[in-house]
């Protein structure tokens, strides 16, 4: 520990789970303040891995970007069911043919060099060029939602029937430009921003989240955490306000993320969480 300058000798503790059956391991570390540069959490998470390895060996799996994939299903998954719950939001796929009409119209009008044609003989343009209904359809979908939570304030998101909301997210699109977006105080979420909205079509086209925060409804206040893949040997999940939350609240988040897990990888045999 740091103190007046000076570093003094400490010790601690760091609770290892390892679950033989589940095939996770789970280490926990609590952040603190002024401890010296080598004792920080993560370092000494690191070297509880390596004792583990090389004394136990006890092999981790490096999972590469699968956990980028989840945490997009996860993040697609939160939004998805938040605007399904908007009524006009419902009415999108009633206006496909307008749409399709739409652009009929403007590739008539306009002496566009890069036509080609669909399977219905209909004039198209190719999909390097862009994908002109996916655009106008992202268009309605930005006037559905900013008009539905036009002058809404932030807690009314809560009585939608929803159990968690995106609070921050963090990803690369295919032209590995990295983007970062969050909430600024009582400011309404990210979902419900212009900025998220127009951003939107470039995280589903590369289908990878880095970091995604969440809050999550609870009857002792909202549960915040974060969970981090920029490691791609293990899942790291961040408490904040640590002292606020119980076993059970990194229960529900394991098992919220192991389900989105599930719904795109089948079952996940081996995960590291710290």
């Known amino acids: 520990m ?29 952040n603190r303040n002024n401890v010296a540069p080598a004792y920080r959490s993560d370092l000494l998470m690191e070297s509880v891995v390596k004792i583990l390895a090389y004394t136990f060996h006890v092999k981790c799996k490096g999972y590469g ?32 043919p307008d749409i399709d009409e739409f652009e009929q119209l403007i590739l008539n009008k306009l002496p566009i060099e890069n036509i080609s044609e669909n399977e219905k003989n209909q004039k198209a343009i190719p999909k390097g060029v862009i994908e002109f209904s996916d655009e106008i359809r992202k268009i ?51 979902f419900c921003t212009k900025t998220f909205l127009s951003l939107k079509k470039s995280m ?5 989240v880095e970091k995604l925060w ?30 606020r939350y119980k076993e059970e609240d990194l229960r529900i988040v394991m098992e919220m993320y192991a389900d989105y897990g599930s719904k795109n990888f089948g079952k996940i045999t081996k995960f590291l969480f710290t």
């Not at 699968?66 to 009633?94: C, F, N, T, W």
């Not at 589903?204 to 990878?208: P, Y």
């Open 204 to 208: 589903e086209d590369s289908k990878l």
């Open 65 to 96: 970007i699968q956990h980028k994939k989840i945490l997009y299903s996860m993040s697609k998954g939160l939004v998805d069911e938040i605007y399904r719950k908007i009524p006009a939001y419902q009415k999108i796929e009633e206006i496909l």
């Open 140 to 190: 309605i979908e930005k006037l559905i939602v900013s008009d539905y939570f036009y002058n809404k304030n932030y807690n009314e998101i809560w009585n939608m029937g929803i159990d968690a909301i995106i609070a921050k997210i963090k990803f690369s699109d295919n032209e590995n430009v990295l983007t970062s977006m969050s909430n600024q105080g009582d400011k309404k979420p990210i």
């Open 214 to 243: 969440i809050e999550r409804k609870r009857e002792r206040g909202e549960l915040n955490v974060r969970y981090d893949a920029s490691n791609e040997d293990y899942l790291e999940l961040l408490f904040d306000y640590a002292p």
């Open 2 to 30: 740091e103190e007046e300058s000076e570093y003094r000798d400490s010790c601690a503790y760091i609770p290892v789970e390892i679950d033989f059956l589940k095939k996770i391991m789970i280490i926990k570390a609590w």
